[in-house]
């Protein structure tokens, strides 16, 4: 049996498009979404992703007017949504550890927490000019079940990991071949569809070069697999996404 995937949105935020696109002067602010996927198999459920912790909330909500959460938007009730708890997940495939993609690594202390090496080793020992997205409380969970990787890995028949760092120095996606059709959830490969369209590299940004690269090589394994790439914080994107309890199958 093929997986299913489900959409699982964790708030709002707002950013500067000097933020979303590199080389981009505007300071014009944009609200976008903050998105967990859940893939549901036959033998494993695997999050990608675990948003913001809900510690962040309150300061994002008094600094950022474009903030939205609430209640529901809490990761725990949105699994809910699609009838889990956090020990229901055995595997969570974090794409990389900045606050509003890893803040919910702690409700998994009996999952597997899936991430690359180097970029594990960035997070906890990251340069003055990049610290500011890191918050070493989200992932410096000694006791809980990490798993330090390098490169690809198939965690189960029909779902891969595929680095694509650029953005992160260990940034990864997820492919996901459903039976409609595979799906490459892009993590912040690619914030919004004109990143993949236009190969445009975020603004937010390690190493332009190899963001460049990997926006390329996530187009040309669809393009192989005839799927499609689904992109992280775009909000007309997101308008369109199927809601729990309906998924993508």
Same mark, same amino acid.
């Given at each position: 049996?093929?997986?299913?995937?489900? #959409?699982?949105?964790?708030?709002?935020?707002?950013?500067?498009?000097?933020?979303?696109?590199?080389?981009?002067?505007?300071?014009?602010?944009?609200?976008?979404?903050?998105?967990?996927?859940?893939?549901?198999?036959?033998d494993?459920?695997?999050?990608?992703?675990?948003?913001?912790?809900?510690?962040?909330?309150?300061?994002?909500?008094?600094?950022?007017?474009?903030?939205?959460?609430?209640?529901?938007?809490?990761?725990?009730?949105?699994?809910?949504?699609?009838?889990?708890?956090?020990?229901?997940?055995?595997?969570?495939?974090?794409?990389?550890?900045?606050?509003?993609?890893? #803040?919910?690594?702690?409700?998994?202390?009996?999952?597997?927490?899936?991430?690359?090496?180097?970029?594990?080793?960035?997070?906890?020992?990251?340069?003055?000019?990049?610290?500011?997205?890191?918050?070493?409380?989200?992932?410096?969970?000694?006791?809980?079940?990490?798993?330090?990787?390098?490169?690809?890995?198939?965690?189960?028949?029909?779902?891969?990991?595929?680095?694509?760092? #650029?953005?992160?120095?260990?940034?990864?996606?997820?492919?996901?071949?459903?039976?409609?059709?595979?799906?490459?959830?892009?993590?912040?490969?690619?914030?919004?569809?004109?990143?993949?369209?236009?190969?445009?590299?975020?603004g937010?940004?390690?190493?332009?070069?190899?963001?460049?690269?990997?926006?390329?090589?996530?187009?040309?394994?669809?393009?192989?697999?005839?799927?499609?790439?689904?992109?992280?914080?775009?909000?007309a994107?997101?308008?369109?996404?199927?809601?729990?309890?309906? #998924?993508?199958?």
């Amino acid at each position: 049996m093929a997986p299913t995937l489900y #959409g699982l949105q964790n708030g709002f935020l707002g950013i500067p498009r000097s933020m979303l696109f590199y080389g981009e002067p505007s300071a014009e602010r944009v609200q976008v979404p903050v998105v967990c996927w859940v893939i549901k198999t036959p033998d494993t459920v695997i999050l990608f992703d675990a948003g913001f912790s809900p510690r962040a909330v309150p300061g994002l909500l008094r600094t950022d007017p474009l903030a939205r959460f609430t209640e529901e938007d809490l990761l725990v009730h949105r699994l809910e949504s699609v009838g889990l708890e956090p020990d229901a997940v055995d595997v969570v495939v974090l794409s990389h550890l900045h606050y509003d993609h890893a #803040g919910g690594a702690f409700l998994f202390p009996k999952s597997d927490l899936v991430v690359q090496h180097d970029e594990y080793a960035n997070a906890l020992h990251p340069p003055a000019f990049y610290a500011q997205y890191y918050y070493r409380k989200n992932f410096d969970l000694p006791d809980y079940r990490w798993r330090l990787i390098e490169g690809d890995l198939e965690i189960v028949p029909g779902v891969t990991i595929l680095r694509s760092e #650029g953005h992160t120095p260990g940034h990864q996606s997820l492919l996901v071949e459903l039976e409609s059709r595979p799906i490459i959830l892009a993590g912040d490969c690619c914030y919004w569809q004109e990143h993949i369209e236009k190969e445009r590299v975020p603004g937010v940004v390690w190493d332009p070069r190899q963001a460049l690269h990997s926006i390329k090589r996530l187009k040309t394994i669809a393009r192989l697999v005839r799927g499609r790439i689904f992109p992280s914080h775009d909000p007309a994107f997101w308008e369109t996404v199927k809601r729990p309890p309906d #998924g993508y199958r």
